[in-house]
């Protein structure tokens, strides 16, 4: 019964968003308000039946009802209730219908919060919201539907659960921390769109859509934290990013949202660049389809891919439409979007912007070169090309280095333009502190890297930088309140904007020591009998016990391993597991065998262990070890640049 | 020219720099490796230093060393054609008969020494219904 509601609720949905467009047709014919208004309703109406269909299936889910195939597929009796609300978003129907769910969900606060300031985006905006659920609520409908009933002579006696690899909370969160973000960039495309459609590309549009980017670059900065997390803690490779096409596809919007956060700044000072504004903050949409094209299509191998339905034409045509509007409209609206304001100096804060942005640009297309060249190759030349990590390591390190040296030399620029002396006077400590301890590197370093170098001087350069930011600004608290930690919290909240965007960017400094730490990455594969030990990285490693037991929903193979230091001190004891799930099935190959690892984490590093295989006949297991040093760096600049996001959000309060 | 003019002048210079270098990636070993399917690399008479292959996982045909359990033979297959592949190290957790696999490595002999070895990932699970019952 619920399901059938579910199945009813899309296709009213598809109902009224047709509606939605037959009034805005009306409307556009005979110039009346009331039309629009309707058509804000259907919009509105439509997003809350895609509320509760998305109800709907959460609630079949939660019952097992197993007549239904996603239900089926995705969970069985067995999956923990709070996997089975996280199978909502585990496969392709599931997941579509909870990207309508969240962009409904952004439509209702931007219908009510943002265009009722801004009358005059709304008929734009609904038009472009009405095309873009269309395509969604189509398929939802038609091609990956979730309420779509297992074949009529099959009874499902136990679904088939959730991959235990995604059995995992952060895994859980991950993808719809990520989809937030993602579909928030709709909304940021709309905005776009709509304001320079109709001409009103003013001062609030550009504080109204950076409010709004700020929410979305925070989500998606979480998501992307949050997946190399997971994927450091659960996948066992010992690293938190592959390059993976999927993960490319949801760094590149990032970069196009960061570098759109930073020149909309330019735009709420000085009037300017409104033209390469539209440009970022419409390509961050596209290439937030793109990604989903290359997720869903399968055109790319991607560990990530689902490929049950092909859904590639159809998210083709739709990123094609899209790029053709877009391209369309910005040419007829290219002479509205001229600015007669120039950057007077390239030595200037707008300056400084302009080259991050720049930078960022370039990363991001050499990312997406990378991504999209073996598809481009084979179509080329029928050669297919696989296009590796060490292309986007060896391409993005330099890139990303500068991106750290701009971050610490942007706030040393004035606006308009930096006078010699000023420039002398604010980088003189960035720049000594940044020398200093990189020849402090270079002297005591046992093992030289010249990237490891630059990017130690670069951390040194901006963490200076910023730094001295805040106490400058402190100093000047200070003068009114002897009390130094008011004087710090008033500080902080006089300029919740830039102070956030600092702590950003400090988050960002601590993300680079923690890619530091990967040049210094060691591993060892072994194998030891209990009892055996060996001796790797300065640590001894001693196999105590392999024992097995059969748990409720694998078979396990638990290790023992002291870790003892070169002092002869047990450091820790480590439990790697190797587990088979779904053991009970006479077929091997539905079987899944999976590693359980262990980690030992420290601020200085993380030793990592694996227990890859286990011979039962030998009583042998089989073991990797790896040094990763300074990895929590990472984990703590990204909750730092979530918080900072965060706080420059929040809109100021005490001004000066 | 102006400092302005000349600035984007060398940004430009650059990014075209930049563009014509990543047109040319597939000249640089480093950056790209070619995928080859089975039928070349039969009839490929020369050595190759870094390949790239998919395929999937002949049944029976995985051989694992009695003394190491690291080290391993087996065949990956393409249609009617494969090709015997070594690896030694910790084999991913899927690696079993018929598994889709991608390995990289050189070529010599008939033999592929794989440095690198991937299943692909079943982080999605997109298989049939394991638990129903014919009515």
């Not at chain 1, 998305?54 to 195939?69: G, T």
């Not at chain 1, 549009?205 to 994927?231: E, M, P």
């Not at chain 1, 937030?288 to 990530?304: A, C, D, M, P």
């Amino acid at each position: 019964m619920i399901s059938q509601i579910g199945s009813i609720a899309i296709s009213l949905a598809g109902g009224l968003i047709f509606s939605s467009f037959i009034f805005l047709c009306l409307y556009k014919l005979r110039n009346d308000k009331t039309y629009l208004d309707i058509s804000e309703r259907s919009i509105l109406s439509t997003c809350y039946c895609i509320f509760l269909a998305f109800f709907c299936l959460l609630n079949e889910l939660l019952i097992s009802n197993f007549n239904l195939q996603y239900v089926a597929q995705y969970t069985s009796y067995e999956t923990p209730t709070f996997y089975k609300v996280t199978a909502l978003w585990a496969g392709q129907a599931g997941s579509l219908l909870f990207w309508s769910f969240i962009t409904s969900l952004f439509t209702v606060i931007y219908i009510f919060e943002t265009l009722k300031k801004m009358e005059n985006l709304k008929f734009n905006s609904y038009l472009i919201l009405t095309f873009i659920f269309s395509f969604f609520i189509i398929l939802s409908s038609f091609i990956a539907n979730p309420f779509e009933p297992v074949s009529s002579d099959i009874v499902v006696q136990n679904g088939n659960g959730l991959n235990p690899l995604l059995q995992n909370f952060f895994m859980a969160i991950h993808p719809p921390i990520l989809y937030v973000g993602f579909t928030g960039c709709t909304i940021i495309f709309v905005m776009a769109m709509a304001a320079s459609i109709s001409k009103n590309v003013s001062f609030d549009w550009v504080r109204s859509i950076r409010r709004w980017s700020l929410i979305v670059w925070t989500f998606l900065s979480a998501g992307i934290i949050l997946g190399g997390y997971w994927a450091y803690n659960e996948l066992g490779w010992g690293g938190y990013w592959a390059w993976d096409p999927v993960e490319n596809s949801s760094l590149m919007p990032w970069l196009t949202l960061t570098a759109f956060i930073h020149s909309s700044m330019i735009q709420e000072k000085r009037g300017m660049l409104k033209k390469w504004n539209i440009l970022l903050a419409t390509s961050t949409y596209l290439l937030v389809v793109l990604g989903t094209f290359i997720t869903r299509s399968g055109v790319i191998s991607s560990v990530h891919s689902f490929t049950a339905e092909n859904l590639g034409p159809l998210f083709f045509t739709f990123l094609s439409v899209l790029i053709l509007y877009t391209v369309f409209w910005f040419l007829r609206r290219k002479t509205y979007l001229e600015t007669d304001d120039k950057i007077d100096s390239f030595t200037s804060r707008e300056g400084g912007f302009l080259y991050n942005n720049l930078i960022l640009i370039l990363m991001c297309f050499t990312i997406m070169w990378g991504t999209l060249f073996p598809i481009l190759s084979e179509a080329w030349d029928g050669e297919k090309i696989y296009v590796g990590q060490s292309y986007f390591n060896q391409l993005n390190v330099p890139i990303g280095l500068v991106l750290l040296f701009l971050m610490g030399i942007g706030p040393l620029l004035s606006w308009k333009s930096t006078s010699y002396k000023v420039l002398r006077k604010n980088f003189l400590i960035p720049m000594s502190t940044s020398f200093l301890v990189g020849s402090l590197y270079f002297i005591f370093s046992v093992k030289y890297n010249f990237y490891v170098l630059v990017a130690i001087m670069g951390v040194s350069f901006t963490l200076s930088s910023i730094l001295g930011e805040y106490y400058k600004s402190l100093k000047k608290f200070r003068k009114r309140n002897s009390n130094i930690i008011i004087a710090t919290y008033k500080m902080f909240m006089s300029n919740r904007h830039q102070n956030g965007g600092y702590l950003v960017h400090i988050g960002i400094v601590l993300l680079f020591i923690g890619f530091i730490g990967r040049a210094f990455e060691s591993e060892k594969e072994f194998s030891l009998s209990p009892g055996e030990q060996i001796y790797f990285n300065n640590y001894i490693f001693k196999l105590n016990s392999i024992k097995s037991e059969a748990r409720d929903n694998h078979y396990a193979f638990m290790s023992d391993i002291d870790v003892i230091d070169d002092k002869n001190k047990l450091l820790t004891n480590l439990k790697p597991e190797k587990r088979i799930y779904f053991y009970w099935n006479s077929d091997p190959e539905k079987r899944q065998p999976h590693s359980e690892l262990d980690i030992y984490s420290t601020i200085q590093k993380d030793v990592y262990s694996i227990f890859s295989a286990y011979d039962a006949e030998k009583n042998l297991g089989y073991f990797k070890i790896m040094i990763n040093p300074l990895v929590n760096w990472v984990w703590i600049g990204g909750i730092l640049m979530v918080v900072g996001s965060l706080f420059a959000f929040w809109p100021n309060r005490i001004r000066r | 020219m102006n400092k302005v003019s000349t600035s984007i002048f060398l940004i430009f210079i650059v990014i075209v720099g930049w563009i014509v270098y990543l047109t040319n990636i597939k000249q640089d070993d480093s950056l790209t490796m070619k995928y080859y399917s089975v039928q070349e690399l039969i009839n490929k008479k020369s050595d190759i230093s870094n390949i790239k292959l998919g395929g999937n996982i002949k049944p029976n045909s995985i051989e694992i060393s009695e003394d190491d359990q690291l080290e391993a033979f087996f065949y990956v297959y393409q249609n009617q054609d494969s090709v015997k592949v070594y690896y030694y190290g910790i084999r991913p957790d899927l690696f079993t008969d018929d598994a889709e696999v991608v390995v990289s490595g050189s070529y010599s002999n008939n033999l592929i020494t794989a440095k690198e070895l991937q299943t692909k990932c079943a982080s999605r699970y997109e298989g049939d219904l394991k638990n129903v019952e014919k009515i």
